[in-house]
């Protein structure tokens, strides 16, 4: 597509309910980032994948937190047994390699709430 | 490491003054420097970026931003606002020359635009 898609745009779960918040890069970007947006916490690096490398899960605050992504492309992040502090906007971007001085995009982000 | 200071959380001006919002940086090693924009429920985009060469950086809408080594700034100005440029702006750094390195952010400043 044109752009960074991610789904659902909004969702409301339950405490202790999983979530997958799915991530649709622009079409031959091999760097696929995901990043948490709170209050109080700014942005806050969360996991990126290049290519066919081991990804980089320095990011992930827990282990209720994982990502994956399948044949190069679509990314799911989900998160087990959601707690509200994991209430924020998760914002998927991408970009053509990993090379730092590379533009990444970002897409309009899904909002968590957990009530 | 690196790190980021934006010394303004909010900026109000008025619609037509000029505006510069401030970005300090701190790292061990050489970093490219970018400033992002975000709209109100919208994703992140990029308004400029410095890699190397001319210090003075122009960007989209008007933007420009000046790279200053001996004190560790990227300042971002425009010489005469808009209402519609009322968006939060961020500041952020990646290290220069790697691969899979990810954006550090500082904590965005929201300018305001009054009429």
């Known amino acids: 597509g044109a752009g960074v898609s991610q789904s659902p745009s909004n969702k409301v779960t339950e405490k202790g309910k999983d979530v997958e918040l799915r991530c649709d890069p622009i079409s031959g970007h091999t760097a696929l980032y995901w990043y948490r947006q709170s209050l109080g916490q700014g942005l806050e690096f969360l996991i990126y994948?290049?290519?066919?490398?081991?990804?980089?899960k320095s990011g992930l605050p827990s282990d209720r937190f994982s990502a994956e992504r399948t044949g190069g492309s679509v990314s799911t992040l989900t998160i087990q047994r959601t707690q509200q502090e994991d209430s924020a906007v998760y914002l998927c971007?991408?970009?053509?390699?990993?090379?730092?001085?590379?533009?990444?995009?970002f897409g309009e982000g899904s909002w968590l709430t957990v009530v | 490491a690196q790190s980021v200071t934006q010394l303004d959380s909010q900026v109000p001006v008025f619609e037509e003054a000029p505006v510069e919002l401030r970005c300090n940086y701190s790292s061990s090693v050489s970093v490219y420097l970018f400033w992002y924009v975000q709209y109100p429920n919208q994703g992140l985009q990029l308004l400029l970026k410095?890699?190397?060469?001319?210090?003075l950086v122009k960007g989209i809408n008007g933007f420009e931003a000046e790279f200053n080594k001996s004190q560790t700034s990227f300042h971002l100005r425009k010489p005469s606002v808009h209402i519609s440029d009322t968006a939060e702006y961020f500041c952020a750094v990646s290290p220069y020359g790697t691969s899979g390195s990810r954006l550090t952010f500082g904590e965005g400043t929201q300018l305001t635009v009054n009429p």
């Open positions: 994948f290049q290519g066919n490398s081991a990804p980089d």
């Open positions: 971007a991408s970009s053509g390699d990993g090379n730092s001085g590379n533009t990444i995009y």
């Open positions: 410095y890699l190397s060469g001319s210090t």
